[in-house]
Each structure stands twice: as C-alpha cells, then as structure tokens.
C-alpha cells in the first residue's frame, strides 16, 4: 500500500515506494497478481503488455512498412500469441542473429547466419526440410524426412556399382550384396598399378606400367554401362609413370605421387587434377610434401586425403606413415593431417564423407599388413584401429557406396581373387563378398557411390 494519503483530485505520484495489486507483499516497482482487464482504452484490446505505448498489443500485429533489423537489436520478433505478420521486406544486417519461429521469404543483404555443428550435433528428430551448416562435412544439408544428407547428395538408388581395373580386365560388382564379379570390358592398354578417381558416372584410370614402359594414359568409363575404357587425355607433367593415387569430389578428380623408371627410378610429388565430365589432359594442382608411390587415397566432398607411401630413390626404401590433404574444389600442396599407425605402402582407401580407411599394405622388410584403420576426414590427427582383412596383402584395389567399402585382389605376394567387405560405420574385420573374374594385384577400382560425391 502507500505510505501518502493523497485526496481524490490529487496526482497519484510515487517516488521508490513498491506497489501491489493483489497482494500484500509487492516484489517489483508494480506487482499485479492475476489477469488485467480492461473495457474502455485507447488503443484496442488486446493482450495486455507494458512495452507498447498505448498499453496493449494486439494478438496479431500488422506490419504494412519495411523494417531494418539494425546490428543493435536484440532478441526475437514475436508477439505474445506468437505471431507477426509482416507486408513488406524485413533486410537483415550483418551480425544480427534471426533465431526462432518461421519466415515464408527473407532478403538478408550481409551474412545469414544458419544453425550450425557438427554431425554429432544433429537434432534427432527435426521437422522435414530443417536446413543447417555441417561444420565437420563443411557442407550445407537437410532433413529429408528420414535422414540429413547435403546439398550435393544424390539419390542413390539403383547405384552402388563398384568397378576394379588392371592389368586389362575391368570387373564389376554390385557393392550392396554380395557375391563374385563380372566382367565389364578392357582397358585401352594393358597395365598394372593405376590411380583411379570417380564422379557419379564416370569412372578414370590413370598412368601404370606395361611391361617395361611407363605410361600417362587416362581412360574413362561409363560406371552404369559396360564396355571398354576410351581415352581421355594424359596427365600433366611428361614423365610417365605408376603406383600414386587418386580421389574425386563430384566433379574433380585428383592423382597424386607415383614413380618412374626412366631416366632413372624417381618418385613424384606431384598432384594433379582433371575436370571428370570433360576429356583432356590433367592440369597441376600442387604437391604433396614428400615424393612418393603406392599411395592410399580417399576424399569427402570437400577435401581428398593421401595416406601411405614409398619413396625412391632411397637406400633404404622407406615406407612413409605420413597421412596430408587438400581441398578439392582449389589448389596447393598438401597440408599434414597425422600418420598411419605403422609404417607401410601399397594401401589403398574407402570412404562415405565422413569417414576415410584405409587397408592392407606392406613395408620395408616385406611384411605384409591384414590392418584396417580409419580417420575422420573433416579433422585432422593419426589414424585408429578399425579391425582386419581376411587375409594379409598389399597393392588391393577400393571400393565404396556411402555405407560400405570392399578390397578386391591384391599380393601375399602370391596374387589374389579375393574380395572383402566392410561397414564403414563401424568397426570390426572384414567379411567375404566374393572373387574377383581372375587373381590379380596391383590394380585400381571406383565407384559411383563413394564419400566424394556427398551422399551419407
């Protein structure tokens, strides 16, 4: 209550005194317990508010002006019912964040800021079409409904065709079951230890050995048809050679490393790319920071990964531990992302986006690797233990849809037929999916589902 008594006609003035409605014991400057109601007021009815200047806000308010959203303001738009309707254009300046509620159409003429995270941030169980920025992918994805999958995903039914190249033989398998491969078609030329790179339709096999002779031939594939490979172009530098690897986006395919024989047996650093819709020859795109062969690759949509590797001329013939990568979509060296746990060449790499490994492989002394073992692609740091192969080998060639991956061939040093299969997901050893047409080593393979190309 007041502590002033004040006549009828008198000013109703308070000056640090606490007034209560409705209770005895005001908290506040103005305590009101209870609803407020009020018949006769400027200004209309509605839900009552003490930020508005007549008092009141309508349940629904109109705005029929542009409003400028400007870097000082604070806090969401939204009445008390939940709801503005806005006539004309909000503009959003750079540094306001816009949380909350649901806008129809947004002009934003700075930066947008969407919910972002990484993958194990997720919401569980958002609204169809929920959009937000994966920070570990680097990707922007959605909500389908079902799953998140990024804007670059793809539909990826009726695909899932895994495709193994070398010496002349192309097979191919369906990577979602199981069971023996069958023969697609031949290389242009006869040659082992390739590199190989994919888009969604197109696989490329590039350089190898024939015999003596060291090559820089790329030929391309249809993945969905059958048929023999057709040229495509060269790679970039003159000197021909075999043993690197190779990785892709959607729409770039990378080959990195590899060695010669002539003049003189000399390991590359070189990286290069091709564009896969086009033909033609390979352009420079940086350098990995050790020369090297018989490289492990795998990539996410953003960026490829180079695992493993051999350098020559060496007294020693070392095996490199080192894992480096790039981004895809530019160019420039490889930059250090950590180190395999042992020390070996000849692995080769699968991926689903998220997740690269890599299998087999041997070293130095000839020892041969059953090791399986994975990184996570958007970050950096040493590989870890993911399980084993069925068999120990090295020099297998790679495969992988968006869940599996499968090895295919490869050396004891007797060769090999054998194909296993992996969820990538997971951890654990691998389990028989079949035989190749034929034993062999030292081959290449890709497919039309693999981590490059977005789909998770």
């Given at each position: 209550?007041?502590?002033?008594?004040?006549?009828?006609?008198?000013?109703?003035?308070?000056?640090?005194?606490?007034?209560?409605?409705?209770?005895?014991?005001?908290?506040?400057?103005?305590?009101?317990?209870?609803?407020?109601?009020?018949?006769?007021?400027?200004?209309?009815?509605?839900?009552?508010?003490?930020?508005?200047?007549?008092?009141?806000?309508?349940?629904?308010?109109?705005?029929?002006?542009?409003?400028?959203?400007?870097?000082?303001?604070?806090?969401?738009?939204?009445?008390?019912?939940?709801?503005?309707?806005?006539?004309?254009?909000?503009?959003?300046?750079?540094?306001?964040?816009?949380?909350?509620?649901?806008?129809?159409?947004?002009?934003?003429?700075?930066?947008?800021?969407?919910?972002?995270?990484?993958?194990?941030?997720?919401?569980?169980?958002?609204?169809?079409?929920?959009?937000?920025?994966?920070?570990?992918?680097?990707?922007?994805?959605?909500?389908?409904?079902?799953?998140?999958?990024?804007?670059?995903?793809?539909?990826?039914?009726?695909?899932?065709?895994?495709?193994?190249?070398?010496?002349?033989?192309?097979?191919?398998?369906?990577?979602?079951?199981?069971?023996?491969?069958?023969?697609?078609?031949?290389?242009?030329?006869?040659?082992?230890?390739?590199?190989?790179?994919?888009?969604?339709?197109?696989?490329?096999?590039?350089?190898?050995?024939?015999?003596?002779?060291?090559?820089?031939?790329?030929?391309?594939?249809?993945?969905?048809?059958?048929?023999?490979?057709?040229?495509?172009?060269?790679?970039?530098?003159?000197?021909?050679?075999?043993?690197?690897?190779?990785?892709?986006?959607?729409?770039?395919?990378?080959?990195?490393?590899?060695?010669?024989?002539?003049?003189?047996?000399?390991?590359?650093?070189?990286?290069?790319?091709?564009?896969?819709?086009?033909?033609?020859?390979?352009?420079?795109?940086?350098?990995?920071?050790?020369?090297?062969?018989?490289?492990?690759?795998?990539?996410?949509?953003?960026?490829?990964?180079?695992?493993?590797?051999?350098?020559?001329?060496?007294?020693?013939?070392?095996?490199?531990?080192?894992?480096?990568?790039?981004?895809?979509?530019?160019?420039?060296?490889?930059?250090?992302?950590?180190?395999?746990?042992?020390?070996?060449?000849?692995?080769?790499?699968?991926?689903?986006?998220?997740?690269?490994?890599?299998?087999g492989g041997t070293n130095p002394s000839s020892i041969m690797f059953n090791t399986i073992e994975y990184i996570t692609i958007a970050s950096t740091g040493n590989?870890?233990?993911?399980?084993?192969?069925?068999?120990?080998?090295?020099?297998?060639?790679?495969?992988?849809?968006?869940?599996?991956?499968?090895?295919?061939?490869?050396?004891?040093?007797?060769?090999?037929?054998?194909?296993?299969?992996?969820?990538?997901?997971?951890?654990?050893?691998?389990?028989?999916?079949?035989?190749?047409?034929?034993?062999?080593?030292?081959?290449?393979?890709?497919?039309?589902?693999?981590?490059?190309?977005?789909?998770?």
């Amino acid at each position: 209550m007041p502590s002033i008594r004040i006549g009828l006609s008198t000013d109703f003035n308070l000056t640090n005194e606490l007034v209560g409605i409705n209770t005895t014991v005001p908290s506040v400057r103005l305590d009101v317990r209870g609803q407020i109601l009020s018949e006769n007021t400027a200004g209309g009815t509605g839900v009552s508010t003490l930020t508005t200047y007549d008092g009141f806000l309508d349940a629904q308010q109109r705005v029929t002006s542009n409003i400028s959203i400007a870097q000082t303001t604070k806090g969401n738009l939204n009445s008390l019912s939940g709801e503005i309707i806005l006539d004309n254009e909000i503009t959003v300046t750079d540094g306001t964040p816009l949380t909350g509620g649901r806008l129809d159409s947004l002009t934003v003429t700075g930066a947008f800021d969407l919910p972002h995270g990484g993958t194990a941030s997720r919401e569980t169980t958002p609204e169809k079409g929920s959009t937000r920025f994966n920070q570990d992918l680097g990707q922007l994805e959605f909500y389908t409904g079902t799953e998140w999958r990024t804007t670059l995903s793809y539909d990826g039914s009726g695909r899932g065709r895994g495709v193994f190249g070398g010496p002349s033989i192309i097979d191919f398998i369906n990577i979602t079951s199981t069971g023996n491969a069958i023969n697609f078609g031949t290389l242009s030329e006869t040659r082992s230890q390739l590199a190989s790179c994919s888009s969604s339709t197109r696989g490329l096999f590039a350089g190898g050995q024939a015999g003596p002779l060291f090559l820089n031939t790329i030929d391309y594939i249809t993945i969905a048809s059958e048929g023999n490979a057709i040229d495509f172009g060269d790679l970039n530098i003159s000197a021909r050679r075999r043993s690197g690897g190779g990785c892709s986006s959607s729409t770039r395919g990378l080959f990195a490393g590899g060695y010669t024989g002539t003049p003189a047996v000399t390991s590359f650093n070189n990286i290069d790319y091709v564009t896969i819709a086009t033909i033609g020859n390979a352009f420079d795109f940086g350098d990995l920071s050790v020369t090297r062969s018989f490289i492990g690759a795998v990539s996410s949509p953003t960026r490829g990964v180079f695992a493993g590797g051999f350098s020559q001329p060496s007294p020693t013939n070392i095996g490199w531990t080192i894992i480096e990568f790039v981004t895809i979509a530019s160019t420039g060296n490889a930059t250090n992302f950590g180190n395999l746990l042992d020390l070996s060449y000849g692995k080769s790499g699968v991926s689903n986006g998220t997740r690269g490994i890599f299998a087999g492989g041997t070293n130095p002394s000839s020892i041969m690797f059953n090791t399986i073992e994975y990184i996570t692609i958007a970050s950096t740091g040493n590989s870890q233990d993911f399980g084993d192969l069925s068999i120990a080998r090295t020099y297998p060639g790679s495969a992988s849809s968006i869940v599996r991956g499968v090895w295919g061939g490869g050396n004891t040093p007797t060769d090999l037929n054998t194909i296993d299969y992996i969820a990538i997901n997971t951890s654990g050893n691998a389990i028989d999916f079949g035989d190749l047409t034929s034993a062999r080593s030292t081959i290449s393979a890709c497919s039309d589902s693999h981590g490059g190309l977005g789909g998770f």
